[in-house]
């Protein structure tokens, strides 16, 4: 994953982003907000709850990723 700016609103994540958090460590401004973990949800996105980053997983989710 490239660098990120907290204020994009959509981000495309993978296998290698888990277990994902925001803000994720290469984003310009990673001390923005608490960092939190991100549970994506069965259909493989989910928003923070802090900026409203809207994270999508691009593939499959792997085995045993709730």
């Known amino acids: 994953m490239s660098e ?4 994009q609103r959509y981000i495309e994540v993978t296998a ?13 401004l990673w001390n923005a907000h608490p ?3 991100i549970p994506l949800n069965h259909g493989g996105e ?3 709850p802090y900026c409203g980053t809207l994270y999508r997983f691009k593939g499959e989710l792997p085995r ?3």
């Open 4 to 7: 990120q700016n907290i204020t």
């Open 16 to 28: 290698k982003d888990l277990p994902l958090t925001c803000p994720m460590p290469d984003m310009n």
């Open 35 to 37: 960092k939190v973990t």
């Open 46 to 48: 989910a928003r923070c």
């Open 64 to 66: 045993g990723h709730h």
